[in-house]
């Protein structure tokens, strides 16, 4: 019994000295047999997931039976074009480039002054600052703003203790951005979303304007150009890989994200509300499917221009 056992083990450790043997030979075969699995599973999982998504926005429903008719036609993708679909894209992509360009203008002097002046601790205290909000929950963060926001919130309260509440409501009683208040307007989803997505702007711009040697700046000064001209002509260019890097992540997750609009938004449906609502509620499941194919036609397009401006070299 002994001897079998220790033939068998010796059988096993043979086996694994020729396969030791065979990949330190060959480290490419090393490689492919570290990445294999985690590919195997995004294919399998993320990508099958995006091609059954895709084959499903190729059907359609029929509008009395609601069945499914698995035949494929683009009639589905017309019905994104009709004024109340097309006009939740609309809206959808306007928010998005509002909080990009938002987070654009709030991130960049936060970013300049941690990559300039910032040094030894202050650094620390700056990434600590940064990154506290993310490690809170994502709900607490959305439910707290919809308190702060509330007729009964903290900033309506500033705005009654500096008499200033009727510029509060001259400013809801607008159309489209206003509302009965902030936590259900387009403007408290506007500031909502710019709260949580702002530090994935701001990191990238900072790493971006760390590169950029401050000798070509003092060059820039020496050479008569003004503060304003040196930030147009030299830092901008410089950090702008660092903005667009920033600006895949601000736009592709306020495409996506439905919790925001659901929880702190308007009656106004944005895209992830309508796949929501047309897989759930309505059963429309090619409809959503379709919905959910914009985003993803968005940020190729999106990414293929960033490609192209350098925004990688700045993640």
Not at 193 to 209: C, D, E, K, R, T
Not at 257 to 268: H, M, T
């Amino acid at each position: 019994m002994e001897r079998r056992r220790s033939a068998s083990d010796g059988c096993i450790m043979s086996a694994l000295n020729r396969i030791s043997d065979t990949l330190w030979r060959r480290p490419n075969l090393l490689v492919l047999a570290l990445i294999l699995p985690p590919v195997l599973w995004l294919g399998v999982i993320y990508l099958g997931s995006l091609f059954a998504l895709l084959a499903q926005s190729f059907f359609s429903i029929d509008e009395f039976s609601g069945v499914i008719q698995y035949e494929l036609t683009l009639k589905t993708y017309g019905e994104l074009f009709r004024p109340s679909n097309f006009d939740i894209i609309i809206r959808t992509v306007v928010m998005a480039v509002a909080v990009t360009v938002g987070a654009a203008i709030i991130g960049f002097p936060v970013a300049f002054f941690a990559a300039r002046y910032a040094r030894g601790k202050w650094k620390a205290i700056f990434y600590l600052g940064v990154m506290m909000p993310l490690w809170s929950s994502y709900l607490v963060k959305v439910y707290s703003w919809k308190l702060i926001l509330a007729k009964e919130g903290i900033l309506n309260w500033f705005f009654e203790t500096l008499h200033l509440s009727w510029l509060l409501n001259a400013y809801l009683s607008i159309p489209i951005i206003g509302g009965n208040s902030l936590s259900v307007s387009a403007t408290g989803t506007f500031l909502v979303f710019l709260y949580v997505w702002l530090p994935f702007m701001i990191l990238p711009i900072q790493a971006s304007l760390e590169r950029v040697p401050h000798t070509m700046l003092e060059a820039s000064g020496d050479l008569g150009a003004r503060p304003y001209q040196t930030f147009r002509h030299v830092l901008f260019p410089l950090a702008l890989p660092g903005v667009i890097a920033g600006s895949i992540f601000t736009f592709s997750l306020t495409l996506g994200d439905y919790i925001i609009p659901q929880i702190v938004g308007s009656s106004r449906r944005f895209i992830g509300q309508a796949v929501y609502a047309y897989q759930g509620t309505a059963g429309n499941i090619p409809l959503a499917a379709a919905f959910a194919v914009v985003p993803i036609v968005l940020m190729i397009v999106y990414l293929w221009i960033a490609k192209r401006q350098g925004a990688f070299d700045a993640l």
